[in-house]
């Protein structure tokens, strides 16, 4: 890197101890370092700067703490960088307890590290491991989540969705979400329609879709207990008019939506959620349950409506698994002849849960 020079030529002044329009000075150098393509190389070989980023983080200064953490946003894009980060440096509970400090001006920042270093199975284990044995578990973070307005300081923490998400990519993460007595899953529900953030939104639709991996949680989140089905349908609902006899077989929540009612606008989210769907007609309870729900109707005019060719082909895959016949005897897809592209958007659910 043509700027290690200066860098080492800065190093001193990366310190707690040096005047704070130096510091801040050499730490803006250094920021603008962190955000071009492969400056993660640099500093994994010259773990130095790791540390001196990581002791800025607690400046009195509050300009030269928010750039550190910016550096760090940047360095944990890179999934060599975090898996250093947490083995060499083990950020994560000053980073959790960040999150959940409701006085904190960093939060935000936090919470986008912590999603970045979770996007990785490794990252998200030692993530989900702090959390279980620390004195913040992952029920404060959730509830953190759920209570807007946590942060005084007017910091939203939406990217505390994406790193839920991250984390059920875990069995423990999602067995936790999933626990019939915690009432978790019902909590992050609403969050599927909440439109005042694209990434707190797409998190949870996320962190839904791996839950659904669990097959044997499938009756009860399609149950009344639950009832999944119309926080992942009313994404998906436009505003056209559907025929009387039709709308009333439709659930209440999905009648009558009005002219004004919009579509998720995010195409990755409406992956998201009709993946989610596929992942319910795994099991014969879940297909019955769409079908006697009549989704299909809904799905229809998705389909009339979507112009993304990738998307349109996932609408048709549910839609083919809901309008097939099979033998009443048959609870498992794979003992069913279905359409060849609908058995590999299966088989990728499958590869995903199994990686």
Known sequence: MGEQQ????????????????????????????????????????????????LSLTEDSEASIAKDSYLCLINLTAYGKFCKVLLEDYDPVPKFVHTVTNPESEFADSACMILSNITREESGAQK???????????LAKVVEVFCHEGYNKKGKQLHYIGPMLSNLTQLREARQFILDHDRCVVQRLLPFT?????????????????????????????LSDDVDILPFLMLPLAGPEEIAEDEMEQLPD?????????????????????LETLLQLCATKHGRKTLRDKHIYYILRELHTWESQPGLKQAVENVVQILISDEPEDVNNLNEVQIPEGVQKQLDQLQREEQQ
């Open 127 to 137: 993530v989900l491991d702090s959390l279980v044995k620390g004195d913040i578990g």
């Open 193 to 221: 329609q909440y439109q005042g953030s694209v990434i707190r939104r797409g998190g949870i639709v996320g962190a839904l879709k791996n839950c659904c991996f669990e097959t044997a949680h499938h009756e009860w989140l």
């Open 6 to 53: 200066q860098l080492e030529e800065m190093l001193p002044f990366l310190s707690l101890t040096s005047r704070p329009d130096v510091r801040a000075t050499a730490l803006q150098y250094l920021l603008g370092v962190t955000a071009s393509k492969n400056s993660a190389e640099f500093f994994l070989k010259n773990k130095v700067f790791i540390e001196k980023i």
């Open 253 to 273: 929540e999905l009648q009558y939506l009005g002219e004004d009612k919009q579509r998720e606008e995010e195409p990755n989210i409406r992956q998201m959620l």
